[in-house]
């Protein structure tokens, strides 16, 4: 097994380079090659990743977050070879999803004895971006901000917390319109998530249902609410039993679109990369995914269509 492994140094308190020491030689034990590799600036995992797969790399793995994952998955598109996660980001959200260990070593053991499968992605623009996990437009996009602009002292779900309350004080909803497939909503909202998989934020199960091979999006809105009634129903979240508030509004389906009445910044797998307006579709089974063999039970249907050509 001959493995690209592209380092994030700067992911999650610059916690890459460290894990990428933990976990290759785990995976030299178990027979595997690697070959690493480090990022310098953004989209560089993804020119990473297409040049490994010319090169004929039999995997390529991100030691890093969710952006590092996505970047990577979108260099391997089309290519047929899988890519994966060794987890060393802020949130570390999609190894939550994939029943991976977050600690490196360990994740590194269960993919020596995993297989490739494969996943939905949520085409962004016409495929002008890719996303793996989740995308927002609102309160946590305004909140990554503030989480990207100050040094990495804290990680995962500490440092969204702090951000969090920071954000309260000038709590604000944006106007915007949304379509989900026949439906549509106009009106403020705290934030709009469009899911792929179900948590962001180190472990805030946003979007409960979604699974990431049904070939659809969840979009959850939260509606205007004061600042105490937020307070109140932040452990909703967490626990993924915010659906049923009043203020909270969903849909599934194949495409979801939002506008607002100005450019607002969109948050995509952790990064702000875009701006409204924003146009998703749900490409099924398109990326091909190296998962641990014993996954999560939200990854069923993975494991259903997994192959190891």
Avoid at 91 to 119: H, M, Q
Avoid at 248 to 274: H, K, Y
């Amino acid at each position: 097994m001959r493995l690209a492994l592209i380092v994030n140094p700067n992911s999650g308190r610059r916690r890459g380079i460290a894990a990428a020491e933990k976990a290759e030689p785990v995976l030299r034990a178990a027979g595997w090659e690697v070959d690493r590799q480090y990022t310098e600036r953004p989209g560089d995992a993804t020119r990473i990743a297409r040049e490994a797969a010319a090169e004929g790399f039999d995997a390529v793995f991100a030691c890093g977050g969710d952006g590092s994952l996505s970047q990577t998955l979108t260099g391997l598109l089309d290519t047929g070879i899988p890519g994966g996660i060794i987890p060393a980001g802020t949130g570390n959200d999609f190894a939550r999803t994939l029943g991976l260990s977050l600690d490196p070593a360990r994740a590194a053991a269960e993919l020596t004895r995993g297989r490739p499968g494969l996943i939905d992605l949520l085409q962004v623009n016409d495929g002008a971006l890719w996303c793996v996990n989740v995308a927002g437009v609102g309160f946590d996009a305004r909140i990554c901000e503030r989480i990207n602009r100050r040094p990495r002292v804290m990680a995962g779900t500490t440092a969204y917390l702090i951000a969090l309350v920071q954000e309260l004080v000038d709590l604000r909803p944006t106007e915007v319109s949304i379509r989900v497939d026949g439906a549509s909503w106009e009106g403020p909202a705290l934030l709009v998530a469009v899911a792929n998989a179900q948590s962001y934020g180190g472990g805030m199960r946003i979007a409960p249902k979604a699974d990431i091979a049904d070939g659809l999006l969840d979009v959850i809105v939260v509606q205007r609410i004061s600042r105490l009634a937020f307070i109140r129903s932040f452990p909703r979240v967490m626990k993924g039993t915010h659906l049923t508030h009043p203020a909270v509004l969903s849909w599934r389906g194949r495409e979801a679109t939002i506008e607002t009445s100005s450019p607002s910044p969109a948050l995509i797998d952790g990064d702000i990369q875009a701006e409204t307006p924003l146009i998703f579709r749900v490409s099924p089974g398109r990326a091909r995914l190296w998962m641990p063999r014993k996954a999560s039970p939200l990854i069923r249907t993975v494991s259903a269509k997994s192959n190891t050509k």
